[in-house]
């Protein structure tokens, strides 16, 4: 069988591809170069390259790669420079944890402008210009003194009021002498929560602290909450930071046992949350307490994801058992069910032994909590 033809729009094509097309183009009948802005014989493929290599060709294309280089060069130099004031604005806000939104605020600008003499910025300048140079400002800080001393990390998974996912990494260093400086090094969001992403965002951290090479060996602790899907990621990353020791939160430990306990003490439990209910927006009800109950505080709104708070709440009315039947006595069940069923509560049989049970025998476990909370952080200044 011959050797079938090819066609001429084929043939243009092929020669634009191999020669490039910065250099040729074609409309599929003529072959036109970009750097003479002429045509070109395209009868044999000796043509198309005998007149890449001519002088006038050579010539055009240094001339256009000169243009193209000044015109960079331009556009670099005409770029004015960045502002020290905005500069210095921007890491004021970011500091104090202003958002950008209130140089939007004409009566602030107002103020700035009158009393700095400069022209404020608008949030999408600070955005744009400045925050990147901040934000490599402090990651070069904190490189700087993390330096190759050796750390801890922890990794804790949240979900923010739009219900994401977000993962934050804080690293420490470890000293033998005294409590070593701790910072926030990453926060990502994650599209599920599982041991992989996990693992993701902890290499990622690292790449971050040391952008050239992992110092896998300074990576000595990991801290995470008894979660199974972190628990698994600790045993991954332990494969690849080999002198890395995981270790489970112990105040979450704690808070693992309230939960335990409250879900031994159903009567109990169901005091406190009908108890939160009776006074949450009720004016006439929390003025009648105050007026039987004076010199107590109102009764705790224990949240269950806040560590030790059910047993504080369970601590609090054992101690006040006999004013708070009072209290409730006084209200009228037919108001609302939650003061029905409070009452049936205070009925029941053992419940003010158990709460005495609960304080004698676990209040240990909420000191033991805050304890841990507070550890090592500065004292606050009375205000």
């Known amino acids: 069988m011959g050797k079938v033809k090819q066609s001429t729009s084929a043939r243009l094509r092929n020669y634009v591809s191999e020669f490039g097309s910065e250099i040729l183009s074609t409309d599929g009948f003529v072959l036109f170069c970009k750097v003479c802005e002429s045509k070109i014989n395209f009868e044999k493929k000796f043509n198309v390259s005998q007149h890449i290599r001519t002088e006038k060709h050579v010539k055009s294309a240094k001339r256009q790669k000169d243009q193209v280089q000044r015109k960079s060069q331009q556009l670099l130099t005409n770029q004015p420079p960045k502002s020290d004031f905005n500069k210095d604005l921007c890491e004021a806000m970011v500091a104090a944890n202003i958002s950008f939104n209130k140089l939007s605020n004409t009566i602030f600008r107002s103020f700035l402008e009158k009393y700095t003499g400069k022209s404020i910025p608008f ?187 059910w047993l504080e709440a369970a601590i609090y009315y054992c101690e006040n058992f006999q004013i708070i039947c009072s209290v409730i006595n006084a209200l009228d069940e037919n108001d609302a069910d939650s003061i029905k069923k409070v009452k049936l509560c205070l009925l029941k049989p053992g419940l003010e032994n158990n709460l005495a049970y609960i304080k004698s025998n676990f209040q240990v476990l909420t000191m033991a909590i805050i304890k841990l909370q507070t550890k090592n952080q500065p004292n606050t200044p009375n205000t």
Not at 215 to 238: E, I, R, T, W
Not at 256 to 277: C, H, P, W
Request: hydrophobic share 40%; proline share 3%.
């Open 123 to 309: 949030k999408a300048t600070l955005r744009k210009g400045y925050i990147d140079d901040i934000y490599n400002q402090v990651m070069d800080k904190m490189r700087i003194e993390i330096g190759n001393n050796q750390i801890w990390v922890s990794v804790d998974e949240t979900c923010d009021v739009q219900g994401r996912c977000v993962a934050n990494v804080i690293v420490g260093i470890l000293k033998s002498d005294c409590v070593g400086r701790s910072f926030l090094l990453h926060s990502e969001e994650l599209e599920k929560t599982n041991h992989n992403t996990v693992c993701k965002v902890f290499n990622k951290a690292m790449t971050i602290l040391w952008p050239g090479d992992i110092m896998y060996n300074n990576v000595l602790l990991f801290l995470s909450d008894a979660a199974p899907y972190m628990v698994k990621a600790g045993s991954v990353l332990k494969n690849l930071y080999t002198k890395m020791i995981h270790t489970t939160c112990s105040a979450h430990a704690l808070h693992r046992i309230a939960e335990e306990i409250r879900g031994q003490f159903n009567t109990v439990d169901e005091l406190i949350s009908n108890m939160k209910k009776i006074f949450r927006k009720a004016p006439y009800r929390v003025a009648l307490f105050k007026s039987i109950a004076q010199g107590i505080r109102l009764p705790p709104e224990p949240i269950l994801t806040r560590w030790g708070t």
